[in-house]
């Protein structure tokens, strides 16, 4: 594939269905799943506009190790702080989750 | 009539396989669905990332994603759910107003897309793009990498003490 617009059009696709389980999943573990797929999306644009830009050096890679170490740290500590949730309260329904609301 | 390219042959079954299990990933009531097919989104992407010339950065993917990243959110899965519940579903909300919004993203990313005149060099492929990104994490980009491991450091203890029993 040496066009540029098929990889594009796959990441934004990504991107949206990432956008519309962060919007429409209660249950936390969904939605750092949709976040997940946000982040894949953008990846692939790294990588993408490395490979098709007028780039000598591989930094569109380097910037996507970068984004996999914090995907990976934000999934340990998110997972951490949903299990304490539900210790606490019992689900993991983000709606059930609103024990400071005012 | 033309015979198709394999490589297109092949890479647009990879993008209907990728479409196809990220909307299981999204719509789909049963969470253990979800996490499954988010495996499959996973591995499509790695191999995207050969179409795009990306060997190390698809190694990675299979390594860290599916080995780590997956792993974690089916335990995540598992621990947060009562056994009595035979079936961990999860229910939904503001589908019309979610669907709307993620539309109206896609058709303005789709418009962006269509509209724009890219620059499109063909770099020639490289024969192993570690030897690059290693000299570009050690040399030019040496203070970011130190950073973002360190990060990892705190954010893994962090996650550690955040999870484990309270002794008095």
């Known amino acids: 594939m040496d066009y540029i617009q098929p990889y594009l059009m796959l990441s934004s696709i990504l991107f949206s269905m990432g956008i519309y389980a962060v919007i429409t999943r209660k249950n936390a573990v969904a939605i750092l799943m949709g976040i997940e797929l946000i982040l894949n999306a953008c990846n692939i644009n790294f990588v993408t506009f490395n490979r098709f830009g007028n780039f000598a050096t591989l930094d569109g890679h380097v910037f996507t190790m970068f984004v996999i170490v914090l995907a990976a740290a934000e999934a340990a500590v998110a997972l951490a702080i949903i299990i304490n949730l539900f210790k606490n309260i019992g689900t993991v329904d983000v709606d059930q989750a609103k024990e400071m609301k005012g | ?168």
């Open chain 2, 1 to 168: 009539m033309p015979i198709p390219d394999l490589g297109i042959l092949l890479f647009l079954g990879l993008c209907g396989l990728i479409v196809g299990s990220a909307f299981m990933v999204v719509t789909s009531p049963n969470l253990v669905h979800s996490a499954v097919s988010l495996l499959f989104t996973f591995f499509g992407i790695a191999a995207i990332y050969i179409y795009l010339y990306a060997d190390f950065i698809a190694a990675t993917q299979v390594v860290v994603y599916v080995g780590g990243i997956l792993v974690l959110i089916i335990f995540g899965v598992m621990l947060t759910n009562k056994i009595e519940n035979a079936t961990i579903t999860s229910k939904t909300h503001n589908q019309i107003p979610g669907a709307l919004f993620s539309g109206i993203l896609l058709l303005l990313q789709f418009y962006a897309i269509f509209n724009t005149k890219w620059l499109v060099n063909d770099n020639p492929e490289k024969s192993s793009t570690v030897m690059d990104i290693g000299e570009l994490l050690l040399g030019k980009y040496l203070l970011p990498f130190e950073v973002v491991s360190i990060l990892l450091l705190s954010a893994l203890i962090g996650a550690a003490m955040l999870s484990r029993k309270k002794v008095d």
